[in-house]
Each structure stands twice: as C-alpha cells, then as structure tokens.
C-alpha cells in the first residue's frame, strides 16, 4: 500500500467553496471504501463523508450534509470533496483514508491514511 495524497486545501471565506483531491496506488484505491476525516485543533478526529468502492452509497457527518459531496473516480484512483458554503466550524485538517474493505465505511474499518491538507475558513 502506498499512503493517499490529499490536495486542495487552503484559505476561504465564509460562505465559500473548495474542493479538495486524494490520489493513491491502485492498490490503496481499487476495491476499497473511502472516507474523508477531518481534525481541528483540541478536538477528537471526526468521519466527514465516506463512499464505497461502487459509488452506491455514500454517508455524510450530520454538519455537512447537504454542503459537502464526496465522490471518486475509480479509473484515475482519485476521491473528491466538494466542499460548499464553508463556516467556521470546517476549518481543521482534512485527511483522505482508505478501508479495509469495499463496504466498509465505519471509521474503525479505515487503515491507510494521508498527512492530511489544511482548510481555513475566515470570517
């Protein structure tokens, strides 16, 4: 396995869009889940968006749902987070990660994991 990449973090307003990219070997990528986390400072790591290996469901945490779309494109091993109407509350450090299996979406199941990419929101 090869750890994933994550790109597009950065600084934003409030209100403001981004989106963010992780890149792994097709053997971190190829018939896995994958979930974006995400960390702020003093608080514990939280799941933000998760997709299956199909694309056939994806689970969003409850403060980002209807905001932020994960995504994937399995022939360029590339995961996606679109990122919309930014807060506050979003700032912290966005990490891409890998599961274990094509299904499994629980943050338990997740086993590789990128350095992670800073996104700031300002107000």
């Known amino acids: 396995q090869v750890q994933p990449v994550e790109s597009g973090g950065g600084l934003v307003q409030v209100g403001g869009s981004l989106r963010l990219s992780c890149t792994a070997s097709?053997?971190?990528?190829?018939?896995?889940?994958m979930g974006w986390f995400r960390q702020a400072p003093g608080k514990e790591r939280e799941r933000v968006a998760a997709?299956?290996?199909?694309?056939?469901?994806?689970e969003y945490a409850d403060s980002v749902q209807d905001r932020f779309t994960i995504s994937r494109d399995n022939a360029k091993n590339t995961l996606y987070l679109q990122m919309n109407s930014l807060k506050p509350g979003d700032t912290a450090v966005y990490y891409c990660?890998?599961?274990?299996?094509?299904?499994?979406?629980?943050?338990?199941?997740?086993?590789?994991w990128g350095q992670g990419t800073q996104v700031t929101v300002s107000s």
């Open positions: 990660a890998a599961s274990r299996a094509p299904f499994g979406t629980k943050q338990p199941d997740f086993i590789a």
């Open positions: 997709i299956t290996w199909t694309g056939g469901r994806t």
């Open positions: 097709s053997g971190t990528f190829s018939r896995r889940a």
